[in-house]
């Protein structure tokens, strides 16, 4: 099985990244993580361009493609995402690298709400399986911290590995369901 996690933010030391490498620690043997790095790579999106004609676009679709799921945490900036996470989405629209994919929301911050709902939306009409009960907040506005001094943090750890869990669990029960 394959995840893939996906940053909002382009700020290096963002704490939604520092959350998702933090996840990475969590993720059971036998489950294959990355954090895509292509997000802030791809060229403006226009639907007049073939995703195929573009080598980083076709990278980030086939990432996709090839994920059993993906992982998203996003800032909230003047109440939504950030332009570079749409226009990396937008390159999937015309693709099938996003149909029936599960998908669960981390946050960083509490406050960062509309942004999750309208993300979540946006997932969902894109046919995307939003995993809600795997979903989770990990307040760390005003922090600074590494992924370890995350996980050192009350029960953080058990929070991120019980919500991997759900989602890998709900994915798998989706392929056996599939298969039969």
């Known amino acids: 099985m394959n995840i893939l996690g996906i940053s909002g933010s382009l700020r290096s030391e963002s704490n939604n990244s520092r959350l998702l490498a933090a996840v990475g620690r969590c ?3 036998g489950v294959a993580w990355e954090v895509t790095t292509l997000t802030g790579k791809l060229p403006h999106f226009s639907p007049d361009l073939d995703p195929a004609a573009d080598e980083s676009v076709q990278a980030w679709v086939d990432q996709v493609r090839s994920s059993d799921g993906i992982v998203v945490s996003t800032p909230e900036y003047a109440r939504g995402y950030p332009g570079t996470l749409k226009n990396a989405l937008d390159w999937l629209v015309q693709t099938d690298a996003h149909i029936d ?3 669960m929301m981390l946050n960083a911050s509490a406050r960062s709400t509309v942004a999750r709902d309208t993300l979540t939306t946006v997932l969902e009409t894109m046919s995307g399986i939003h995993i809600a009960e ?3 907040t990990i307040a ?5 911290q590494s992924a370890e001094e995350i996980l050192a943090t009350g029960d953080t750890t058990v929070m991120l590995t019980n919500a991997m869990q759900v989602f890998i669990h709900r994915i798998e029960a989706r392929r056996t369901v599939a298969e039969s």
């Open 27 to 29: 993720i059971p043997q």
């Open 134 to 136: 795997a979903s989770l």
């Open 140 to 144: 760390l506005l005003g922090k600074s």
């Open 101 to 103: 994919k599960p998908f």
